[in-house]
Nanobody, 121 residues
Framework: QVQLVESGGGLVQPGGSLRLSCAAS????????MGWYRQAPGRERELVAR???????NYADSVKGRFTISRDNAKNTVFLQIDTLKPEDTAVYSC???????????????WGKGTLVTVSS
């Protein structure tokens, strides 16, 4: 069984910063890519940032220059540093991992439960 657990959300004032973390655990053989998605009230879930096992990252245009994704492969953990927060960044941020479990020959997508980020004064 694989689990993704996020942490680091909370209430922040506009212009502030947060660091989200997501740790994957369980019978993991290999993690190909990890990423962060967000879903704001009344909107569809969108990709925020994604990083491969080799460290190649891509970002949504709306967060470029403000968000930084990184990962610790040894700890199966991905981070999202969020700077210069705006009210429109308010959303539930969910972690995603495309990984291969021990004993399997194919990869699958796994999701965390999400962590709420609220940007408000």
């Amino acid at each position: 069984q694989v689990q993704l657990v996020e942490s680091g959300g909370g209430l922040v004032q506009p212009g502030g910063s947060l660091r989200l973390s997501c740790a994957a655990s369980g019978s993991i053989f290999s993690i190909y890519a990890m990423g962060w998605y967000r879903q704001a009230p009344g909107r569809e879930r969108e990709l925020v940032a994604r990083i491969t096992s080799g460290g190649s990252a891509n970002y949504a245009d709306s967060v470029k220059g403000r968000f930084t994704i990184s990962r610790d492969n040894a700890k199966n953990t991905v981070f999202l540093q969020i700077d210069t927060l705006k009210p429109e960044d308010t959303a539930v941020y969910s972690c995603n991992a495309h990984l291969r479990e021990v004993g399997k020959t194919y990869g699958m997508n796994y999701w965390g439960k999400g962590t709420l980020v609220t940007v408000s004064s």
